[in-house]
């Protein structure tokens, strides 16, 4: 039987650390929507439609030093802007549900937080790039990451794995930086304990939605 809210196309966000489970739990929660008969798309930032998969290539690869800290946020605004417009609005439009592995809160805690543009800047180009959009739930995963993350002597500049290259200090600042994010608004964000089993997570995540989704 089709679940009642299956009309209403809702936008879901993942946000968290490197390493913290993040696209295991996106993908768990895809399912479990899917399985109760809510039709649901998947998708990721930066990327998500042809135009922003180009402009990842861009960001997620190569020296960790490659660009200004605000470039780097107007680029990430510039794929968000593609994304919105060919992947996620008409997706919502049409009733689906998207889940996204990341949003608009990755860039305040990277290029914020973590490189040292202003938090206000960044939410003014948000604002300017997207209309003001933001996502009806935004789940904040909080855990001990794998710290992956860690400067290497050697770069790969084949692998998505800038970010993962910044070393140590900044993963630390985009642990708290996340949690901030969270509890400066809690009427859209929920924070999650990632601590635990995949499927204890998976347990405190589907409560958050059905608890915020009225599912």
């Known amino acids: 039987m089709t679940d009642p809210v299956a009309g209403k196309g809702r936008f879901i966000t993942f946000e968290g650390g490197e390493g913290v489970g ?41 020296g960790t030093d490659k660009w200004h800290p605000m470039t780097e946020a107007l680029l990430h605004n510039a794929a968000r802007a593609e994304h919105l417009e060919s992947t996620v609005k008409p997706a919502i439009k049409d009733g689906t549900w998207v889940i996204s592995d990341r949003y608009a809160d990755s860039t305040l805690a990277y290029q914020g937080y973590g490189q040292g543009v202003e938090v206000e800047t960044l939410l003014k180009l948000h604002a300017i790039s997207t209309a003001d959009y933001w996502p009806d739930l935004t789940i904040v995963l909080d855990g001990n990451e794998l710290h992956r993350a860690i400067e290497r002597e050697e770069e790969s500049f084949d692998k ?26 809690p009427e859209r964000c929920v924070l999650i304990s990632a601590n635990g089993t995949i499927d204890e997570v998976a347990a ?4 958050a939605v059905q608890d915020r989704l009225g599912l």
């Open 22 to 62: 993040k696209s295991t739990q996106v993908r768990i929660l895809f399912e479990k929507l899917m399985e109760r008969g809510i039709d649901c798309l998947l998708t990721r930032e930066p990327g998500g439609s042809t135009g922003a998969e180009e402009v990842r290539e861009l960001l997620v690869k190569g």
């Open 204 to 207: 405190r995540v589907w409560l």
């Open 160 to 185: 998505e794995d800038r970010y993962e290259r910044m070393g140590e200090d900044f993963h630390e600042r985009l642990q708290r930086s996340f949690v901030d994010i969270a509890n400066k608004n």
